[in-house]
């Protein structure tokens, strides 16, 4: 269960502007989440991690911060998981701290955030 495939990206250009144009979103910083329900898809959750350019000029940083949320998320979507049912949705997370957080603070970031949205989809 501890994988991140291909199907479980978000790589269409139409979802996520659906994902931006009706989502919804909650701040838990160092990140935005931005969340959508969705009606059909082959995979409960479909996830995009997205680090801005504006934010960390090297590369470098950018696909660490990437490397560590995909980490993070993949060890312990099943909080997500097992509380959605039958549920499909459209998961975007977007880091907006300014500053190279550890593994440990972010997945202890990446855990609330699930833990929030499991109980924000259940309601």
């Not at 998981?81 to 603070?105: P, R």
């Amino acid at each position: 269960m501890q994988t991140f495939t291909k199907a479980e990206r978000l790589s269409s250009k139409i979802e996520i502007d659906s994902l931006f144009g009706t989502g919804k979103s909650f701040n838990t910083t160092p990140f935005k989440v931005i969340w959508l329900e969705k009606a059909v898809g082959d995979t409960p959750v479909k996830t995009v991690i997205s680090i801005p350019k504006r934010l960390f000029k090297r590369a470098v940083d950018r696909n660490r911060l990437k490397r560590l949320t995909r980490e993070a998320y993949r060890k312990n979507k099943h909080l997500l998981y097992d509380d959605l049912g039958n549920k499909k949705i459209l998961l975007m997370f977007i880091f907006t701290s300014k500053t190279i957080i550890e593994y440990k603070e972010m997945e202890e970031k990446i855990i609330s955030i699930l833990q929030r949205l499991s109980k924000t989809i259940n309601t």
